[in-house]
């Protein structure tokens, strides 16, 4: 037989999930306090590392319903709100958010605020990816480079070059600038080019 879990992070007493079964309650869903799961974790920790959640994730069951009154309490982010879905799909249970009209976000066709979720986190990743990329120009414009500031400067860069174009080996050079073999090979091959 199925079981309906009720889980929140907004409350880290009972008395303070006093006030979310009300809201179940307008709902019209009535809550077994035997498969309550309430906590109130820092925001730095991951929905699924929540100790209360992965107690509730340890104990349901295929066919398991787990209702929240809001969508925050499956995430801190759209991202890890859909991992935290793909997570309870993985274990055959399904989820149900209040804040979204409570109707199944796993079910065999996706629900239209699943796909919605869905759709603002590829908006979000899309828009994400485009700020990088005018940053990354940005920058290329003003004469910045990216990555680690390099660790031979471009006279001595100059100086490995004609070193080496007189003989010297690499591994002297190596040892002469304090930098790896792979270093010098790499400012040959620059060079080269």
Not at 96 to 105: A, K, Q, Y
Request: proline share 3%; aromatic share 6%; with cysteine.
């Amino acid at each position: 037989m199925s079981a309906n879990y009720f889980y929140t992070n907004a409350a880290a007493t009972l008395d303070e999930f006093e006030p979310e079964i009300r809201a179940f309650d307008a709902a019209g869903i009535v809550v077994d306090l035997r498969h309550a799961r309430f906590e109130r974790s820092d925001a730095s920790l991951s929905a699924l590392d929540r100790p209360e959640m992965q107690n509730m994730l340890r104990r349901v069951r295929r066919g398991d319903t787990i209702i929240t009154l809001k969508l925050a309490s499956f995430g801190r982010n759209i991202r890890e709100v859909l991992e935290t879905l793909a997570r309870f799909k993985a274990l055959g249970v399904s989820a149900r958010c209040v804040e979204l009209g409570g109707e199944d976000l796993l079910g065999a066709v996706p629900s239209p605020p699943m796909l919605t979720l869905m759709a603002v986190s590829r908006l979000e990743r899309q828009s994400r990816s485009a700020r990088m990329k005018e940053s990354v120009s940005a920058s290329f414009e003003r004469g910045n480079r990216l990555g680690r500031k390099p660790t031979v400067s471009a006279a001595a860069q100059d100086e490995i070059l004609v070193s080496l174009r007189r003989g010297r080996s690499v591994s002297e050079l190596a040892r002469f600038f304090q930098v790896s073999r792979q270093t010098i090979m790499r400012i040959r091959d620059r060079g080269i080019a």
